[in-house]
């Protein structure tokens, strides 16, 4: 009788455990389902990060509409933990024909600061390096997404042996320089502030100023911001003088550097990634065009 009684505590302490792992992996999202094919993927996969309080969610319309076009393909999502942890879903190294790889990846704290963001965007690096045997990447940077880029880049020479190298940068609404527009749609998305006080990017100015010859030097960028032309002089969120700043950061420390000015309705923050100028300048940047003459 004993015994039984042991065994179903044994049991019912097992499953109390159990539980509490499978919730706890529910809530961190802990999903893990890679396949990897024995084909090694030849074309250059495109990285891409979303910007304050974005998820899996705030590029997916972009991705879906260059997979319409036959252009690229979404083949992996990567979370990244707070404590560093990457957890990958997808498929690497199954061909998609002509298609280029695209992969996405998402940081539990959205809202982070850039340089702890670009301390996850290593671990994904070294990843895609080590256990996928990636040479070479892209970089896509939705607003902050774009500034944590650059972090990353200005770190990337002190452990190039351990990641992928980076051919092309692309940043979309990204803020390099001041405040936060002062505008109804940066108090809907409470953008002015972060936990720190107000959002102010002037410190990451003066850093990536002093850092910027650490670049890499064969590094292209495309900077693309908006101006809906309200007399804001701004996307609604970010000021067209601080997307401007990152011609002032990379100019002469990198191979090269282009600007593209979008205006009207979709060249509102948060609707940037769904801008088919937007969409048309990623794909040739990247893809169709010699950057040098790009205009």
Do not use: C
């Not at 990060?49 to 319309?61: A, D, E, I, P, S």
């Not at 940068?169 to 953008?191: C, D, E, R, W």
């Not at 850093?207 to 996307?235: A, H, Q, W």
Request: proline share 2%; hydrophobic share 40%.
């Amino acid at each position: 009788m004993k015994k039984s009684i042991r065994n179903a505590a044994l049991i019912a302490g097992t499953l109390t455990v159990s539980s509490f792992l499978l919730a706890k992996a529910i809530n961190r999202k802990r999903f893990s389902r890679l396949s990897i094919g024995h084909q090694k993927e030849e074309a250059i996969p495109t990285v891409i990060l979303h910007g304050v309080n974005g998820n899996k969610r705030t590029m997916q319309g972009m991705l879906q509409r260059m997979h319409k076009q036959n252009v690229a393909y979404k083949a992996l999502e990567i979370e990244v933990a707070e404590d560093g942890e990457v957890f990958v879903n997808g498929t690497w190294g199954q061909t998609q024909g002509y298609l280029k790889p695209v992969i996405q990846v998402f940081f539990d704290n959205n809202d982070a600061p850039a340089e702890l963001q670009a301390e996850w965007l290593k671990s994904v690096m070294v990843f895609l390096h080590d256990k996928l045997e990636v040479q070479k990447v892209n970089l896509i940077g939705h607003s902050m997404g774009g500034v944590t880029s650059l972090h990353y880049l200005t770190q990337i020479k002190t452990f190039q042996e351990s990641v992928p190298r980076v051919s092309k940068l692309i940043t979309l609404g990204s803020p390099f320089k001041g405040n936060v527009a002062h505008t109804i749609m940066s108090q809907v998305y409470k953008l002015e502030k972060s936990e720190e006080g107000i959002r102010n990017f002037d410190d990451n100015f003066t850093y990536f100023m002093v850092e910027r010859n650490k670049l890499p030097e064969d590094l292209r960028v495309l900077n693309i911001y908006g101006d809906v032309e309200n007399g804001t002089e701004s996307d609604s969120i970010v000021k067209v003088e601080s997307a401007l700043a990152l011609g002032e950061i990379v100019k002469d420390n990198v191979a090269s550097y282009n600007e593209i000015k979008l205006t009207g309705i979709r060249s509102q923050h948060t609707l940037l990634h769904e801008n088919p100028e937007a969409d048309e300048a990623i794909i040739k940047f990247l893809w169709y065009r010699d950057l040098d003459s790009f205009d």
